[in-house]
């Protein structure tokens, strides 16, 4: 499975921003599609998922109420809607995939990991 993630870019504080996952290959075992987001000197943290049949999802407590990870299945295309963006938004933000895990907020579950792309909140 190859995951490639696109859409970031520079905002300003109070902007929107969708973020996109294209995947591509061996997509039918996918359980679960997630994305994470990373800022140099910290540790690669949980954002949000969404089980593969879009049964389930699951956010980050510090992000719920503005991101909204959604998935098109004609295209197997994942987004992450982000409204509101705030500096502390400012991270690369990377997609991800399991086969089993489904919805989970923990990093080691993900086999399969997009680029990333960066998001940058300023004004």
């Known amino acids: 499975v190859q995951l490639q993630a696109s859409g970031g870019g520079l905002v300003q504080p109070g902007d929107s921003l969708t973020l996109s996952c294209s995947a591509s290959g061996r997509t039918t075992g996918l359980a679960g599609m997630a994305w994470f987001r990373e800022v140099p000197g910290k540790e690669r943290e949980f954002v949000a998922a969404?089980?593969?049949?879009?049964?389930?999802?699951y956010y980050a407590d510090s992000v719920r109420g503005r991101f909204v990870i959604s998935r098109d299945e004609s295209t197997k295309m994942t987004y992450l809607q982000i409204r509101k963006l705030e500096a502390d938004d400012t991270a690369v933000y990377y997609c991800?995939?399991?086969?089993?895990?489904?919805?989970?907020?923990?990093?080691?579950?993900?086999?399969?990991w997009g680029q990333g792309t960066l998001v940058t909140v300023s004004s």
């Open positions: 969404r089980s593969w049949s879009g049964l389930s999802q």
């Open positions: 991800a995939a399991n086969t089993g895990a489904g919805v989970n907020w923990y990093r080691p579950a993900y086999e399969y």
